[in-house]
């Protein structure tokens, strides 16, 4: 069990290393969406956050997961140094992300055109605000850089590439704070701050990919229509449907508290979504380590240790939960009430819930990765669909009833049914495959 204790410590090593970069952003994050909050006022603070989620949104839909094919396809060719095929894995990578940016852009533009007014009741000013920023999709996708980073091991520069971001972003709405702007202006802000963090990245993937390989993959490789394996889009379009649906059942509920409630409560939801996801993300931050370490494991038909590095991961996430559970229940409505620059009088109520629900996400850290690496994500896919459209079903009761606290309550209710549903199939599964 010795190797296995020091795939462990390599995990914890290369996630504290993004810790700490994160650490800096949720401090920053603490600064100035409070800032912008101030500025703006609840209201046009509203809209910033629902156009902004809006593009997100469309951006994770379309947008393909190439770093897991990447890893999943690349880390044999990478490790025997056969870089002829993995520059074939790469540019079939780059290419996806490519098509998937070109596609996110025509359908963001397209349903602001046809349901911005309808359904998002935004006006036409709004309307154009988000034309605007949806070309941003076009430069949102890192995925290829973003796992070459995780398969050369080289987390030190997600740190860098992170804490530029960071940078640029609190400084331009220190700006805005400062200079009274207006939306315009913090809209620009993110679109900027998108296009900062796709630069960076790129380009320490670039020099990562010529110090890895020696060179970059040829351009008729990233243009080429052939795919270098048989079932690779397949395999890209599964694990990236896990995310879009995770995307849909996350930024969809804002947009629809939004259309909904008025752009008042969709903040109020969002920025104490934010928080929750924010408290817990340390935890979230070991997935990018452990999913390179699964597939090594899987080929080596190691499964006594992955169960020992799953052990090891929910003790580290149960020690997480309670503590964000302590500073939830002695800060939470000072927290949000800073970061909204208002007391509400159900803030706290939404915050509390939704830090549930965050912490019953990250129980399913160490479970997805394992899921996705065994091949079993198409059923992972069913039961996201099934409580995804149970979920918008039921959604306009719940808020009729409850208001934004109902929305938050049924988003944990549905994120326990997808927890049971994942610990059952890793359980069930491992079973099979230790020796008896």
């Known amino acids: 069990m010795t190797s296995t204790s020091s795939v462990f410590s390599r995990i914890m090593g290369n996630t504290a290393l993004l810790i700490s970069s994160r650490i800096i952003n949720a401090i920053c994050s603490f600064i100035y969406v409070a800032w912008a909050a101030q500025t703006l006022g609840l209201a046009n603070f509203g809209y910033l ?6 593009v997100s949104l469309i951006c994770d839909v379309t947008h393909l997961q190439s770093w897991q094919c990447l890893l999943h396809y690349g880390t044999s060719f990478f490790e025997k140094k056969e870089f002829s095929k993995f520059h074939d894995i790469l540019g079939f990578c780059i290419r996806s992300d490519f098509i998937s940016g070109l596609i996110g852009f025509l359908v963001s533009i397209t349903l602001v055109y046809f349901l911005g007014s309808s359904v998002l009741h935004w006006s036409p000013d709004i309307q154009m605000k988000a034309f605007l920023c949806s070309v941003t999709i076009l430069c ?3 995925g290829w850089s973003t796992g070459i980073l995780r398969l ?7 740190t860098c590439y992170e804490l530029i971001t960071t940078t640029v972003r609190t400084t331009a709405t220190y ?6 702007y207006t939306l315009d202006y913090f809209l620009f802000v993110w679109c900027f701050t998108q296009l900062t963090m796709f630069v960076s990245c790129t380009f320490f993937g670039v020099y990562l990919t010529k110090k890895f390989t020696g060179s970059l993959p040829a351009p008729r490789l990233i243009f080429s229509l052939k795919t270098p394996l048989q079932g690779m889009w397949r395999y890209n379009v599964n694990t990236s449907i896990n995310q879009i649906l995770e995307a849909v059942f996350l930024q969809g509920a804002t947009l629809a508290i939004g259309s909904y409630l008025g752009p008042k409560d969709a903040a109020v939801y969002r920025v104490a979504r934010q928080i929750g996801n924010g408290l817990v993300k340390p935890a979230q931050l070991m997935i990018p380590s452990l999913y390179p370490e699964f597939i090594k494991m899987r080929d080596k038909e190691d499964w006594p240790g992955v169960k020992y590095i799953i052990n090891k991961t929910f003790g580290v996430v149960l020690g997480v939960s309670a503590l964000v559970l302590l500073i939830v229940y002695f800060f939470g409505q000072g927290i949000i009430s800073y970061m909204l620059h208002q007391k509400t009088t159900y ?3 939404v915050l509390f819930i939704l830090c549930c629900n965050s912490i019953i996400n990250i129980l399913m850290v160490p479970l997805e990765p394992y899921i996705i690496m065994i091949g079993k994500v198409s059923n992972l896919l069913k039961i996201r669909i099934s409580v995804i459209f149970l979920y918008f ?4 009761v719940f808020m009729s009833t409850w208001g934004v606290i109902g929305s938050s309550v049924e988003i944990l209710l549905s994120s326990i049914i997808i927890f049971a549903f994942c610990f059952h199939t890793f359980n069930s599964d491992l079973k099979k495959r230790l020796p008896k």
């Open 49 to 54: 956050l629902l156009v902004t989620t809006f």
């Open 140 to 142: 949102m996708n890192t």
């Open 152 to 158: 050369g091991n080289k987390f030190k520069y997600v």
């Open 175 to 180: 700006i805005g704070f400062v200079r009274h």
């Open 347 to 349: 803030g706290f109520s």
């Open 393 to 396: 079903s039921l959604l306009g």
